[in-house]
């Protein structure tokens, strides 16, 4: 267990609202990031942060926003949420200790979107 | 595009005998290679690590390491039904920071 705990880990919403997804560590590791796993895709980056306020965009970013203004908070952001995200959103964090990049995963949010 | 590719199975094997997994990966500077198990609902949890060619041994699962080929394999001795899960192959991105390269997973199904 990595200390990673995401809220809601359910959500359904509606075309077009803003969804704030939040992943919570407790280790103080530097490197988070976001996934989105869907059906014949596998695990896919949305977005990563390196440290406070310091995020860069991964292969699926368009449409999603994030944040990171304490080390333990990472906060993913639908701005307007459509249909096609549609998804499993998980967390990781970067062990910064392993030189291998050792990654472990929060839980999981399963959204839906109407 | 860096490439993790996957047989997506199921792979189907009784219980006992030996599950063997693969992966191969397109990026030559790629340096950590992982396996994750998925049950389903569930998140990744990781199985095991590799970087250096050869073998890695953990218990009832061996990893091997092919560097020159860009194949890493994942061995299961002994399957047990509660084996059943997927599988993902994942390798690390060469710049730093960048997150793990995800396969798509191979299903094994371990029937008793």
């Known amino acids: 267990d990595a200390g990673i705990t995401q809220s809601p880990r359910h959500k359904v919403t509606e075309t077009g609202t803003p969804v704030t997804l939040r992943c919570h560590q407790t280790e103080n590791h530097r490197y988070m990031y976001w996934y989105r796993q869907d059906p014949g895709h596998g695990l896919r980056l949305i977005h990563y942060s390196y440290g406070v306020k310091d995020t860069d965009k991964g292969e699926v970013s368009d449409g999603y926003s994030v944040s990171r203004s304490k080390t333990e908070d990472f906060l993913l952001t639908l701005e307007s949420a459509t249909s096609s995200q549609t998804s499993v959103y998980f967390c990781?964090?970067?062990?910064?200790?392993?030189?291998?990049?050792?990654?472990?995963f929060g839980p999981g949010t399963r959204l839906l979107v109407l | 595009q860096k490439e993790v590719e996957q047989n997506s199975g199921p792979l189907s094997v009784p219980e006992g005998a030996i599950a063997s997994l693969n992966c191969t990966y397109s990026d030559r500077g790629s340096q950590s290679f992982f396996w994750y198990r998925q049950y389903s609902g569930k998140s990744p949890e990781l199985i095991m690590s590799i970087y250096s060619n050869g073998d890695k041994e953990d218990g009832r699962f061996t990893a091997q390491l092919n560097k020159a080929s860009q194949y890493v394999s994942l061995l299961i001795r002994d399957s047990q039904p509660s084996d059943s899960a997927t599988y993902l192959c994942a390798v690390n991105g060469v710049q730093a920071g960048t997150a793990l390269i995800f396969g798509k997973g191979t299903t094994l199904s371990v029937s008793s």
């Open positions: 990781a964090i970067r062990e910064d200790s392993s030189s291998l990049e050792t990654q472990y």
